[in-house]
């Protein structure tokens, strides 16, 4: 893999500082693993009320499609952290993938939405940026879709950050890694442009972050 | 948090959102005009990164004073606005504007790295959400810099002429404010000069490297409160929509 006709420079570090440098995200989690308990209600149930259970909500949360990668769930993408449940009020916890993404906007809509069409009385989103999505945290299920959609999955780093860039790609159609980089930078935020030497074509991956 | 603590923390907060926000704009600027397409593409991501980085910051902002971040943009003047110098020219040539992303990617990466560990505890969150994407600018910016300064003869007198007007606003990067010893003091923020010293360590052997000549010209501190005469055309450019209707609902 060609990426460019000299090697970057040296990142800045943190040595030296007063605060600790930068520590590395902890170790992602699979989607499905971030699950946390829910809390038993406090409340009596009471005629009218959804009998809504953790699996169910995860499950409707596994129909909503990232509005960008139509194929991808917001589950399989990992940006489902955790999901509360206090009788039919739900809150869930999502996390940002690229801080600038218009979609999260989007996405927190589309949530809303499908836990009220659930039955939810009260749908909360909160969006927290701690600890911060990696591209580590889309799923198995995920990086099959991805490259069926003919998006090259981004390699799992384990949070080593100069790593990433550097690790191999295979193009998404032939499997080829006789690939060059055209661009880390592509026509969504979390897309760079490729191009496969066997097929002679271009394709998209899925940038590590 | 005292009072102090409090206004100084929200100055330094809407320091770097204000300086995310102007850079945006600049490299929004050459949207539709970059010398080729892969070019347009990767600022367009960049400036959008920028964005990005600029709303969580007002959004931290917005958590300590309840102010709005869409009126934070748009609805201050100039004279309102904290934004460094550096981040405020024309875009210039593209040597001005891939040497003025490096030189500010190389001083984000150096702050967010100490940010990280920050003693309050959001602002160290957004350091550690950013640094990822930061680092996909500093690897692009500096692969131009040195491409161009390294190229043609005139490609590097592009270079060297873009450095001898950016390098002397880089200082203001690296200058304290008032109250930002009182950050300092709690870990909020790291220090500016051990900063500095690291941002150098990094940039100079870098530019050497480029056979740039760094000159000798030493600015003084600068508060960012003075603004170079550049920030009024862009801000009557960005805010110019907002303001047509300051009741619409986007």
């Not at chain 1, 661009?183 to 940038?207: M, P, V």
């Not at chain 2, 404010?177 to 940039?203: N, R, T």
């Not at chain 2, 056979?211 to 170079?228: F, Y």
């Not at chain 2, 907002?242 to 609902?249: G, I, K, Q, W």
Request: glycine share 6%; with cysteine.
């Amino acid at each position: 893999m060609k990426i460019s006709p000299s090697p970057p420079a040296p990142l800045p570090q943190g040595e030296g500082s007063q605060i600790p440098p930068y520590q590395s995200p902890p170790l992602p989690l699979p989607a499905g693993e971030g699950r946390t308990v829910s809390p038993v209600s406090t409340r009596s149930w009471g005629e009218g009320d959804a009998h809504l259970t953790d699996d169910i909500v995860w499950a409707a949360l596994a129909e909503v499609m990232d509005p960008e990668i139509p194929v991808l769930s917001l589950v399989d993408l990992g940006v489902i952290r955790a999901v509360y449940l206090a009788g039919d009020q739900v809150t869930v916890t999502m996390t940002p993938t690229f801080s600038g993404c218009p979609a999260l906007v989007e996405m927190q809509r589309l949530i809303k939405e499908r836990l009220q069409a659930l039955g939810a009385s009260e749908a909360t989103v909160n969006v927290v940026l701690a600890p911060p999505w990696s591209s580590d945290w889309i799923n198995a299920e995920g990086r099959r879709k991805l490259k069926a959609f003919g998006l090259a999955p981004p390699p799992v780093h384990g949070g080593d950050v100069q790593i990433m860039l550097f690790d191999t790609v295979t193009c998404p159609r032939c499997d080829s890694d006789d690939v060059t980089v055209r661009n880390t930078f592509g026509s969504t935020l979390c897309r760079a442009i490729y191009y496969c030497n066997r097929c002679q074509d271009a394709f998209e991956q899925f940038k590590p972050l | 948090m005292n009072d102090a603590l409090h206004t100084a923390l929200t100055n330094r907060l809407l320091a770097s959102a204000d300086d995310e926000l102007i850079l945006a704009h600049r490299n929004a600027e050459w949207t539709g005009h970059a010398p080729i397409l892969e070019e347009d593409i990767a600022l367009a991501n960049i400036a959008q990164d920028e964005l990005g980085h600029g709303t969580i910051w007002y959004g931290l902002v917005e958590a300590l004073t309840g102010d709005d971040p869409d009126r934070l943009a748009f609805f201050r003047d100039a004279s309102q606005f904290c934004s460094a110098q550096l981040v405020e020219q024309p875009r210039g040539d593209w040597a001005f504007t891939m040497l003025r992303q490096y030189l500010f990617d190389a001083y984000e990466l150096t702050l967010l790295a100490r940010l990280a560990g920050s003693a309050y505890q959001p602002a160290a969150d957004a350091a550690v959400r950013m640094r990822n994407e930061e680092i996909y600018h500093y690897r692009h910016s500096s692969v131009w810099v040195r491409r161009l300064a390294l190229g043609t003869e005139e490609s590097h007198r592009r270079m060297q002429r873009a450095l001898n007007e950016l390098w002397p606003l880089t200082g203001q990067l690296f200058s304290a404010q008032p109250g930002d010893e009182i950050l300092m003091a709690a870990g909020y923020w790291p220090d500016f000069d051990e900063m500095k010293q690291s941002w150098m360590s990094v940039v100079m052997p870098f530019l050497e490297q480029g056979e740039l000549v760094v000159s000798d010209l030493v600015d003084g501190p600068v508060d960012r409160s003075e603004h170079s005469g550049h920030l009024n055309g862009l801000l009557a450019d960005m805010q110019m929509v907002a303001r047509a209707d300051r009741e619409a609902v986007w």
